[in-house]
């Protein structure tokens, strides 16, 4: 199983303690100079996976081109029924800049759950939550017209047929085998200073990617208690 898959792992037995919430919020509301705040979606890193036998994640273009689309479609609607003024940028329309700031993204929001929701604690954040992904991501400010952008991460493992009879098999052996997995997690990022002012994951069951209905399930949960407007606050 990957690194990243095990993190998520980690994450999510520590979220089952009621004193750990799964997601942060450094502000009420967004702002803007404009009328109203603007968010650019940068385009989702999202992937499918199916799980062999052995353990192997071998990638499915299908099942991810199709969770991909439903996200976006998803993700406009969710945008707005809560009042959120949502442009999305086409994976094609990267500039190379912007495709460093999506690597990065992943990077830090792997860092953010080792570090802020998992175990190993950083003593120089002093539980604070201060993470960034530089000043210089005002490119995407200029270059989209907007005040902030949201970065996408989600991963999923469906078990094949022999993953699934080797699990039940193991586990009549007393052993304990993946059968899959499903994880993610999303960073609203502050355009003006690179801050990350509002971060949530989600673990397995928050919904079904590869179908319209799940997708907007998932959308859902990966954005609730996301900030809004001024107004749409009041």
């Known amino acids: 199983m990957k690194p990243h898959t095990l993190v998520f792992v980690a994450v999510l037995l520590v979220a ?7 997601n942060v919020q450094q502000l009420d509301h ?3 100079v404009g ?3 603007r968010i650019v979606l940068m385009p989702p890193d ?3 996976y199916l ?8 990638p499915n273009a299908e099942w991810t081109t199709a969770a991909q689309e439903n996200f976006a479609v998803a993700m406009v609607d969710y945008a707005e029924s809560i009042g959120a003024d949502l442009s999305v940028v086409h994976k094609d329309d990267l500039s190379r800049d912007e495709i460093r700031y999506e690597t990065l993204h992943s990077a830090v929001g792997m860092t953010i759950l080792t570090h802020h929701f998992g175990m190993t604690k950083l003593p120089s954040k002093a539980g604070a939550f201060d993470w960034s992904l530089g000043p210089e991501i005002n490119s995407i400010a200029r270059d989209h017209d907007a005040d902030y952008a ?4 989600y991963r999923d493992y469906q078990a094949s047929g022999g993953r699934v009879a080797f699990a039940i098999l193991a586990a009549a052996a007393g052993v304990g085998v993946g059968a899959g997995s499903e994880h993610g997690f999303a960073s609203l990022v502050d355009l003006k200073t690179g801050d990350i002012v509002w971060f949530n ?3 397995a069951g928050s919904g079904e990617l590869r179908k319209e209905e799940g997708a907007a399930t998932a959308v859902a949960k990966l954005f609730k208690d996301i900030p809004t407007s001024r107004a749409s606050a009041e």
């Open 30 to 32: 967004l702002e803007s």
């Open 51 to 58: 799980l062999t036998a052995g353990g192997v994640p071998e």
């Open 201 to 203: 994951v989600v673990v």
């Open 16 to 22: 089952g303690c009621e004193t750990t919430p799964s």
């Open 35 to 37: 009328d109203d705040p």
């Open 46 to 48: 999202i992937r499918y």
């Open 150 to 153: 949201l970065f996408v991460f």
